[in-house]
């Protein structure tokens, strides 16, 4: 029996990383393999992938790993450029040193695990289509038959939404997948602070998922935001990705997407924050994460 690990979505959080490697010791597995996001949005970054590289585990790249590996080259889209809404690139970059770089670059996109005990599975970040595009609980069968058409593994585990799930769908001619994502490691979105990570076990037919929630102290990631005194280096975006780390939950997707609906000409600026503590902002949290506000308590 072929027993595998799988993490996503680290971001950065040494604290969560660890009470994930302690709970490791007590299931042995034949694999971990991270789905991406290792690094970014928390502060420990390099200390994370140093633990991630020197366990050897298998890692596929994020859309973060990305933003490390493409910043300031002509890959990188020209939205980045604006410090006001993409600070975090600049001091991503001032994290890593040189080296962790070099070995983001050499990342696959995807993995395709094949053991002899068990369905084939294909490891993505977002979704086959790419690294930012979400498979979430709400997306219809349909549509996600459609992203999948063209793989092979009848088991697909990807990251990207933060939200543990398992769907089986229903393709033409008879095809089928079991698709699998197991929550994030670092940042959790429904207002739980736990880290979470899933074990499979394989069978004939598909693998039986299970998955691991672990409390953690978001207090040293805030203290070390403290310390790098990340406020001042990342401004409005800072602030929304701090509050993602007190609260569990979406916070800087809906004041984006407020900004884009109401005063798209406006600049990020700190008094910004005053008039959007005014604001519901439940209108614009997508279904999906409504949980992590309502656990939280709306304001």
Not at 178 to 196: C, E, M, T
């Amino acid at each position: 029996m072929t027993k595998l690990a799988i993490l996503a979505d680290i971001h950065g959080n040494l604290p969560a990383l660890e009470a994930v490697r302690a709970d490791l010791a007590d299931f042995p597995v034949d694999l971990v393999v991270v789905a991406g996001d290792v690094i970014n949005w928390g502060p420990f970054s390099a200390q994370v992938m140093a633990c991630v590289v020197e366990a050897g585990w298998a890692v596929i790249r994020g859309n973060n790993e990305y933003y490390l590996t493409d910043y300031r080259t002509s890959r990188a889209p020209a939205a980045w450029s604006g410090h006001d809404q993409w600070p975090l690139l600049p001091w991503l970059r001032a994290q890593m040193a040189p080296r962790w770089t070099t070995t983001v670059a050499a990342w696959p996109d995807s993995l395709s695990l094949r053991f002899p005990d068990a369905p084939a599975i294909r490891v993505v970040h977002g979704s086959p289509r790419g690294n930012n595009d979400p498979i979430f609980v709400t997306t219809p069968e349909a549509d996600l038959a459609a992203r999948l058409a063209g793989v092979d593994e009848p088991t697909l585990i990807a990251a990207h939404t933060h939200l543990p799930l398992e769907r089986r769908v229903q393709g033409v001619a008879g095809q089928s997948w079991q698709v699998l994502n197991p929550g994030s490691v670092g940042v959790p979105l429904d207002g739980q602070h736990v880290a979470r990570y899933m074990l499979l076990e394989s069978s004939d037919d598909e693998w039986r998922a299970t998955w691991r929630e672990l409390p953690f102290d978001p207090a040293p990631v805030l203290r070390e935001f403290e310390r790098q005194d990340f406020l001042a280096q990342c401004g409005v975006i800072g602030h929304f990705v701090v509050a993602e780390f007190q609260h569990a939950r979406l916070e800087l997707r809906p004041f984006i997407l407020w900004h884009e609906a109401n005063c798209p000409e406006r600049q990020l600026t700190p008094d910004i924050l005053d008039d959007y503590a005014r604001v519901d902002p439940l209108p614009y949290v997508d279904e999906p994460y409504w949980a992590g506000w309502k656990a939280d308590g709306a304001r």
